[in-house]
């Protein structure tokens, strides 16, 4: 018996010396993203700059690296970069799923977790980059469910039926905005038989020579940046944002919040992206520190209408908008 009981002392001990061993190791995470400065990723860069505060004290060192929105060949080369140090974890968006799936191998072999934040890898969990989860928004439903709203709105306002959407990518060929804006198109068809085309505008400046020659638009779908320039536009072509045009967008800061508020805006989809840059960092730690729990796909959009406006509008204020 008391053979027993020392034996079962000692794996205690052992085991304990093991878990303290395991948190106080020094682990080091790359996060890489296709951010440039500006509105949305300056709250999505505070994010990972919490989380970095935040792990630092338990031991993890965190090195974010960020290349252009539009610069594909540079998030490549600046992934090769990270894959090259070796971390000990990658949270990475995934801007272009066949070629960083190459450069991602040698930690995929290695066994190295890695989280996807902002955008995915759109194809089947079997054929996909095996990523441990993705944080951000759904892209096979935000345009859907932002249709949805606008035509809620609609229906409780007595608004009219829309008849011609303008929706309006700001990245050329981005999958994730040819999703948005498409769902969101068909949508709006399915009920109101309303048509729609889609065009690129990457600086906010195309609505007036588009309004030119399309005077029929009522709804106007765009980030929120290039929404919230609109409206001038359209007043300035005699038409009123909220009554004659519904405007609605992708993405939410102070500005457009107010917009929204206002009226001017009648909904917008936040994708909540200081979550995106906060949570996967931190669930690397839990995973790799507390006995491999993960989650599976954690989406962080939300609805963002007259009714809600204030309160998140007060997080804006805040920096996490």
Not at 6 to 29: G, M, P, Y
Not at 273 to 284: A, C, I, K, S, V
């Amino acid at each position: 018996m008391r053979k027993a009981s020392i034996a079962l002392s000692l794996f205690v001990i052992v085991a304990a010396t093991a878990v303290n061993a395991q948190s106080s190791k020094k682990l080091t995470f790359y996060y890489v993203d296709h951010g440039t400065p500006g509105m949305f990723w300056s709250v999505y860069y505070k994010g990972i700059e919490d989380a970095t505060r935040m792990l630092a004290p338990l031991g993890v060192e965190v090195k974010h690296l960020e290349a252009g929105e539009v610069d594909f060949q540079g998030k490549a080369e600046t992934l090769q970069q990270a894959v090259a140090a070796n971390p000990d974890g990658l949270v990475t968006s995934i801007g272009d799923p066949k070629t960083y799936e190459s450069i991602l191998k040698p930690l995929i072999d290695k066994g190295v977790p890695i989280m996807a934040a902002n955008t995915e890898d759109p194809r089947p969990v079997g054929e996909r980059i095996p990523y441990l989860a993705y944080y951000g928004e759904d892209t096979s439903t935000s345009g859907t469910a932002l249709a949805d709203a606008l035509i809620a709105d609609i229906k409780e306002s007595g608004g009219k039926k829309p008849g011609f959407a303008l929706l309006v990518t700001p990245v050329a060929g981005s999958p994730n905005w040819v999703s948005r804006l498409k769902l969101f198109g068909e949508r709006l068809a399915r009920e109101y038989g309303t048509k729609s085309e889609q065009v690129t505008d990457t600086n906010g400046t195309i609505m007036s020579s588009y309004l030119q020659r399309h005077p029929n638009v009522d709804v106007v779908c765009a980030f929120e940046g290039e929404a919230h320039y609109y409206l001038s536009a359209l007043r300035a072509a005699g038409k009123v944002p909220g009554k004659d045009v519904y405007v609605v967008c992708f993405n939410v800061g102070a500005s457009s919040l107010q917009d929204i508020k206002d009226g001017t805006i009648t909904v917008g989809y936040d994708e909540q992206q200081y979550l995106q840059g906060f949570l996967p960092l931190y669930d690397l730690y839990l995973y790799l520190t507390r006995y491999h729990v993960h989650p599976v796909r954690v989406i962080t959009g939300m609805l963002v209408d007259r009714h809600n406006a204030d309160s998140v509008l007060k997080g804006a204020l805040m920096g996490y908008r």
